[in-house]
């Protein structure tokens, strides 16, 4: 199986400010990597797919890069209602995995 | 709109079945792969199976492997997770969600509200 590892575990930012989080794969996944947001007692939603790909509807301060092992997520601008837990996810081989996540608060 | 909303969780007890119903609409159902991802009360994201557009694929995790069968009905455009000697590990929220695309291996883009089910004695 692919293991998904996620760095940090958890994360404090200001309104404004940059965030960045970043995932690993134990296994080449080229490009198969997703990024879902997930609020308290809501289903996560699709953000990035395809490694970079901004999915329908996700705002444009959401971005991605990476491929092979080692992939970025970033926040260019954190806003009150990006608080959240963020999960990457790979799906280049079954069984896909998501990693622990990344609990993202406002300083 | 692509709505999926799930239906069948509540409280069984241990060793017992359950089947989880994932109703679909919004989207035309048999150009999507879909899924059955859950969540530990408090924990991640779990990936537990998948079923191709067609029915003709299925692939669980080993975590529910021989206890759990993913299904799909084109006629009522609805996906099921039949789920046989559940254990206390299995309690979760259970979400349904939709493959991007045909095939298996696509992000989920479009997610159900979840059902929770609690083993418990």
């Known amino acids: 199986d692919i293991q998904m590892t996620q760095s940090p575990s958890s994360l404090s930012a200001s309104v404004g400010g940059r965030v960045t989080i970043t995932c690993q794969a134990s296994?080449?996944?080229?490009?198969?990597l997703s990024w879902y947001q997930q609020k308290p007692g809501k289903a996560p939603k699709l953000l990035i797919y395809d490694e970079s790909h901004l999915n329908t509807g996700a705002p444009s301060r959401f971005s991605a890069s990476g491929s092979g092992t080692d992939f970025t997520f970033t926040i260019s601008s954190l806003q009150p209602e990006d608080i959240a837990t963020y999960y990457c996810?790979?799906?280049?081989?079954?069984?896909?995995?998501f990693g622990p996540g990344t609990r993202l608060e406002i300083k | 709109q692509v709505q999926l909303v799930e239906s069948g969780g509540g409280v069984v007890q241990p060793g017992r079945s359950l089947s989880l119903s994932c109703a679909a609409s919004g989207f035309t159902f048999t150009n999507h792969a879909m899924s059955w991802v859950r969540q530990a009360p408090g924990k991640g994201l779990e990936w537990v199976a998948v079923i191709s557009y067609n029915g003709g694929n299925k692939y669980v995790a080993d975590s529910v492997k021989g206890r759990f069968t993913i299904s799909r009905e084109k006629s009522r455009n609805t996906v099921f997770l039949e789920m046989n000697s559940l254990s206390p590990e299995d309690t979760a929220v259970y979400y349904c969600a939709r493959g991007r695309t045909t095939t298996n291996f696509s992000p989920l883009d479009a997610w159900g509200q979840g059902t929770l089910v609690t083993v418990s004695s």
């Open positions: 296994h080449d996944i080229g490009k198969s």
């Open positions: 996810q790979q799906y280049d081989d079954l069984p896909f995995t």
